[in-house]
C-alpha cells in the first residue's frame, strides 16, 4: 500500500509521530530473528522502513524527532537519542549479527535503508556512531578477507548473466 500510494506516505510522514510507527519495527528487528519465520517478518519490517526511507522527509523529521529513553537497546544505554539514531543502532546490529547466515535481501535491506538515511545525518548518538563503524570495520575485514581468498565478493545473481544463452 506504500508503494503504491504517494499521498499516503506523504500524508504518514507529515502528520504522524515517526517514533509510533517505527519504534516497534525496530524493537522486533532488534530481538535478533533466528527461526525461519522471524526471517520473513523481519524482512517484511525492513521493506516497509525501505519504503519509508526513500522519502527524503521520512529522513529529515526522523533526525529531528529525539527519544527520551530507549529502555529496550540492552547493549548500551541509550537516552535523547534521535529516531534515526536507533534506526543506525539497530540495523547496524541487524547486519553484524546476521553476518554468517548468507542472507542477501536482509543485508541488502539493511545496507540500503541506512544509505537512504545517511543524506542527512545530523547530531547521531555516540553509540550509533560507534555502531556504524563497527559495521564498516567487519564489512572491510570481509571483503579483504574474500579478496585474499580470491572468493567472490557476495552480490545478488541475476539470472540473465550467462553468454551461454546467447544463440
Known sequence: FLHNNENFLK????NAKL?????PIL???????????????????????LLLT????????????????????RDHYV???????????????CVIHMTKKNDHFLHSNCLAILTNISL???????????RLLSLFGILSRSLIKRQQENLPISTPKSENNSDDDVH
Do not use: G
Open 120 to 130: 542527512t545525518f545530523q547530531y547521531l548518538h555516540p553509540y550509533a556512531a560507534q
Open 79 to 93: 537516552y535523547n537519542a534521535s529516531l534515526q539514531s536507533l534506526i543506525v543502532i539497530v540495523l547496524a546490529r
Open 11 to 14: 500524508y504518514l510522514i507529515e
Open 27 to 49: 524493537q522486533s528487528l532488534y530481538k535478533h530473528p533466528e527461526t525461519h519465520l522471524e526471517l520473513n517478518y523481519a524482512s517484511m519490517q525492513l521493506v516497509v522502513l
Open 54 to 73: 526513500q522519502n527524503p522527509d521520512f529522513s529529515i523529521k526522523s533526525s529531528e524527532e529525539k527519544i527520551a529513553q530507549c529502555n529496550w537497546i
Open 19 to 23: 517514533s509510533t510507527i517505527v519504534l
